[in-house]
């Protein structure tokens, strides 16, 4: 890997899968306000393709700067959408239609569950808008949708880390010793 990109990119790289973890966690399941997630996540991707550089000391050259970015990047926007995505399915397909009340829906452990309970909270009118009619066409669509939000948060991260990149190369030169951002080997 060093060929291509520094340990300190490395290292950021797994940095950015923990800042994913704490954030899906912590706004997608402890707060539950997935909308979080989303306006983070760029902001994200900007910090840790800066910091891929940063933590490798690395001024020049140009296309090191930016496959650094990218590459720490890469395994933020992939953590933080596998992350987000899995937590949200996990709550339909591990959904087994108990109640608070202590009762249970009639249904099959999964999507069918999570069908029916929109149609106890009286949301069969919207979803029959959308052509959901039945836990089958309530599946598609939760997969449909959560490909998209994972599409989402994978471009927006990645995208992030991609312009922190090219704004250190467009900005970069190249030192009397020049591989370091503080100019010393």
Wanted: aromatic share 8%.
């Amino acid at each position: 890997m060093s060929r291509f990109v520094d340990r300190g990119a490395v290292f950021a790289g797994w940095v950015g899968l923990g800042v994913a973890l704490v954030t899906v966690i912590a706004l997608a399941l402890v707060i539950a306000i997935q909308g979080l997630v989303f306006l983070l996540a760029l902001p994200i991707g900007l910090l840790l393709g800066w910091y891929a550089n940063a933590r490798s000391e690395r001024s020049w050259p140009r296309w090191r700067l930016l496959a650094n970015a990218g590459y720490a990047g890469l395994l933020t926007a992939a953590g933080l959408a596998v992350m987000y995505v899995g937590l949200r399915l996990l709550f339909v397909y591990a959904d087994t239609g108990a109640l608070p009340d202590g009762s249970s829906l009639e249904c099959r452990i999964g999507p069918e569950c999570t069908y029916m309970r929109h149609l106890e909270a009286e949301r069969g009118p919207q979803l029959a808008e959308q052509g959901i009619t039945d836990a089958a066409s309530f599946e598609a669509a939760v997969l449909r949708e959560q490909a998209a939000a994972g599409a989402a948060l994978f471009g927006m991260t990645l995208g992030g880390a991609l312009l922190t990149g090219l704004a250190q190369a467009a900005t970069a030169r190249q030192g009397s010793k020049g591989s370091t951002l503080s100019g010393a080997e």
